[in-house]
């Protein structure tokens, strides 16, 4: 497939947005080469916390901080599962929270100092094994490498265009990539990469499918169709916050409704992005696109369908295993104490691994009916040639984890954090505009923390107490949080799967770079954090529950 740059219009052509976009493109590519800007990066925040460390600079305030209860449960389970957490008031068995609320002092730390430097080279290996997303990238392509290679990825994409409506394919593709968040990480990994094909597929800008696909999986990420593990940690958080206010616990419904509103509705938003400002700005793509179904000769067809049914099979065997090992009780993917299947469990846990092993099983059951594999020397060389061409990516990911390590070690982002929360506090407005105002805050801190837990952690504690004092219900200050954490995921340099949309980018441009990327997702960010907080406006204004039992206000 070639690579030829992909638009037909020169940079600059059509109106004001199109040319402000084109010039961040321009200057986004100029930028050093995401290893060196990293370098640059790690450099500039050695010197400003070794200025800030020289003058004292900290903040004290109250933090969600989790409780180790694995580490709680291996020391029971080690004496034979005899310990049992007590309150001494009632005698009866005590629960114990995921996060409790401490008040910290937080200081800068200098990576210049001898701590700080004997930090710097002491954890640079750890840093970089410790850095989740490398070894779920590696297990997510692995299975997908092999269905890659073996033609079933190209087949798929086929039969999704010829069976779905070509006006809903952005839609399915955005859908699909805010559900994908109960899987973790599987829809940047996957679903990007297939919304540029189909798109491609279809005679339409792959970039344009990429976006989009980006768009679903990481700008409108807080909310769901379904109930996330995201969802019970922040709940969890909120309810240690409304402790310090002793208000009632909410629990992972309190922002159902609101979740599945934003859902549909920034859904549909994405969509009118992607065909109303990226691919008239791309243009028409005038790279080599896929071969269609109608133009396979009749022995590629026959083998075509017939490696589908193969896959089929071996799908249907991974999920009839799945099944066999999730739904009896005692099943090894339940929660082992609580029995639970959905939440912090086995099950959850093994979400990547399952969906790599179900690509991998129906990719090799496809290369048996197709004959595009045909010994297991062929499955081998599928994923060495996969991770090969991911080599670029891991030594991006290498200094990536260096420099998160190191700007969290210095404390710079919880302080920051911190400041910003405190004046927010202190601003002597009503409780819409405040609500408001703190959506815009986290907005902006996202870009340093993009995390959505551990801004939770330190944000709860602040507006939780602070808000009930203002009669707004604590569901109704986390939809304002699920709101400001998601619409700059898709800009920040911290998005540590950003270099590897920069790679799908590049398989389809050439001359893509970090700069390609932004101003394809500058429309995406504005558009849809503009109707996401005037949705939350309305629906404030108008007192519409925003879960079973959970109004805006106290």
Do not use: C
């Amino acid at each position: 497939m070639a690579a030829e740059t992909a638009k037909s219009k020169e940079p600059g052509e059509g109106g004001f947005v199109q040319k402000l976009l084109d010039g961040i493109e321009k200057v986004g590519n100029k930028v050093p080469h995401p290893v060196i800007m990293f370098l640059y990066l790690i450099a500039i925040i050695a010197v400003l916390s070794q200025i800030l460390y020289m003058f004292g600079v900290s903040v004290t305030e109250e933090i969600a901080v989790p409780v180790p209860i694995e580490v709680l449960r291996d020391v029971r389970d080690a004496l034979g599962g005899s310990i049992v957490a007590y309150d001494v008031y009632t005698g009866q068995p005590a629960y114990i929270p995921e996060f409790i609320i401490e008040e910290q002092t937080i200081p800068i730390q200098s990576l210049l100092t001898v701590p700080g430097l004997r930090f710097v080279f002491s954890s640079f290996v750890a840093n970089f094994a410790g850095f989740g997303v490398v070894a779920v990238t590696l297990v997510a392509m692995a299975g997908v490498g092999v269905a890659e290679q073996a033609g079933m990825m190209a087949a798929l994409i086929r039969k999704l265009v010829k069976v779905a409506p070509r006006n809903l394919i952005a839609f399915i593709l955005i859908l699909v990539g805010v559900l994908s968040s109960v899987a973790s990480d599987a829809g940047y990994l996957i679903l990007i990469p297939l919304g540029a094909t189909a798109f491609l597929t279809l005679g339409r800008h792959p970039l344009a499918g990429m976006a989009a696909a980006f768009a679903g999986v990481s700008a409108i990420f807080a909310v769901n169709l379904l109930i996330t593990p995201v969802d019970s940690m922040i709940t969890e958080i909120t309810n240690e916050a409304i402790g310090l206010a002793g208000g009632t616990p909410i629990t992972v419904t309190a922002n159902y409704f609101f979740s599945v509103a934003s859902t549909l509705i920034l859904s549909v938003v994405a969509v009118i992005v992607t065909e109303r400002i990226i691919e008239p700005r791309l243009g028409k793509y005038e790279g080599e696109g896929l071969i269609g179904d109608n133009d396979l000769d009749p022995e590629a067809a026959k083998a075509e369908a017939r490696g589908l049914q193969y896959a089929l099979y071996g799908f249907l065997i991974v999920f009839g295993g799945v099944l066999l090992l999730s739904l009896p009780p005692g099943a090894p993917l339940r929660h082992p104490v609580t029995g639970n299947l959905i939440g912090t469990t086995p099950f959850m846990d093994s979400l990547i691994f399952i969906i790599s092993l179900i690509f991998l099983i129906s990719g090799i059951g496809y290369g048996l009916g197709a004959k595009t594999i045909k010994s297991s020397n062929d499955v081998i060389s599928a994923v060495t040639k996969t991770f090969a061409g991911l080599s670029g990516l891991i030594f991006m990911l290498l200094m990536i984890s260096q420099f998160i390590a190191f700007f969290n070690y210095t404390n710079l982002p919880r302080v920051i954090a911190v400041v910003l929360a405190n004046a927010l506090e202190q601003a002597n407005i009503g409780a819409l505009p405040l609500l408001v105002g703190m959506i815009l805050v986290i907005i902006m801190l996202n870009f340093i923390i993009p995390g959505v837990v551990p801004k939770w952690a330190i944000f709860a504690p602040i507006f939780i107490p602070l808000f009930i004092r203002l009669e707004v219900a604590p569901q109704t200050v986390l939809a304002a949080y699920r709101i400001g954490d998601s619409p700059t995921n898709v800009l920040t340099p911290l998005m540590v799967y950003l270099p590897f949309i920069v790679t799908v980018a590049q398989k389809y441009q050439k001359d893509a770079g970090l700069g390609t990327v932004i101003a394809l997702m500058i429309p995406y960010t504005l558009v849809i954090a503009i109707t996401w907080i005037l949705l939350f406006i309305i629906w404030f204004l108008l007192g519409i529950p925003l879960g079973p039992g959970y109004p805006v206000n106290v």
